[in-house]
């Protein structure tokens, strides 16, 4: 450092300020004024060197502190008691079960989805059991919710909940096609309505999905209801008809 540079500086002038003297060949001098220069030097070292490693020691205490604060942190967002352990254990088996078992479904579901592509849909739409298809896309539907729930990131679910929704907008279609008031000149004035080809007994489900029908909900619905209004008038007819006999 510059201040002892410059105590050294200071010492040439030191020696000629001591009483030299020489007895018989002896060199004797007076070293107290530079024993004085000299004494101050070990102390400030010891000073830097205190400061040195209190700033060391307070890094490494601040540092520890930092990464135990952190650890503490992880352990609070642990299962807290065994009981809670448990609980989590037992709710991952039934995420298992329920995944395995929804994977099944959407494995099956994949066969007939290409089964049916392969060979086209043959069933007759008053072939078709309307309360079945409600009740089973509900079914499947909030099975996929739960587990969407559970676990956002379950691909599986949202796959199988992502089509559910793409096919329930067909569902309330299904139900209006296949009550039992519907007629041939029901289904004949539905066809004329969606412009597509004429009507034809046996028509399917499929072909109707390539003719749009989705878009055409709100007349399936009216010309449903129209024809439960006729059939019902009908059956009132009739039970008159059967009393007067």
């Known amino acids: 450092r510059r201040i002892d540079l410059k105590r050294m500086a200071l010492w040439t002038g030191d020696i000629g300020k001591m009483n030299v003297a020489s007895t018989a060949g002896i060199l004797m001098l007076d070293a107290r004024p530079l024993k004085n220069n000299l004494a101050p030097i070990p102390t400030t070292c010891s000073n830097q060197i205190k400061e040195h490693l209190h700033r060391l020691l307070g890094e490494i205490s601040d540092n520890a502190i930092r990464q ?10 642990l ?9 989590y254990v037992v709710l991952l088996g039934t995420m298992g079960d329920a995944h395995e078992k929804l994977q099944s479904e959407v494995n099956a ?7 049916s592509e392969q060979q086209g849909v043959k069933l007759a739409i008053e072939e078709i059991d309307a309360d079945a298809v409600a009740s089973g896309v509900a079914s499947v539907a909030r099975e996929a919710g739960i587990l969407t729930n559970i676990d956002a990131e379950d691909r599986v679910a949202r796959r199988l909940k992502l089509e ?8 309330p279609i299904i139900s209006a096609l296949c009550v039992k008031a519907m007629q041939p000149r029901h289904q004949k004035k539905l066809f004329n309505l969606m412009g597509g080809k004429p009507w034809k007994p046996g028509c399917n489900l499929t072909e109707l999905l390539q003719m749009n029908i989705l878009q055409f909900k709100q007349q399936v619905l009216e010309i449903s209801a129209t024809a439960n209004g006729e059939y019902a008038l009908e059956s009132q007819l009739e039970k008159i008809k059967a009393a007067w006999k």
């Not at 579901?109 to 089964?115: G, I, N, S, V």
């Not at 559910?164 to 569902?171: G, Q, S, T, Y």
């Open 68 to 77: 135990f604060r952190q650890l503490t942190k992880q352990m609070q967002q």
């Open 79 to 87: 299962p807290r008691g065994l009981a809670e352990y448990c609980e």
């Open 109 to 115: 579901q994949d066969e007939l989805k290409e089964l």
């Open 164 to 171: 559910i929704d793409d096919f329930k907008p067909a569902v």
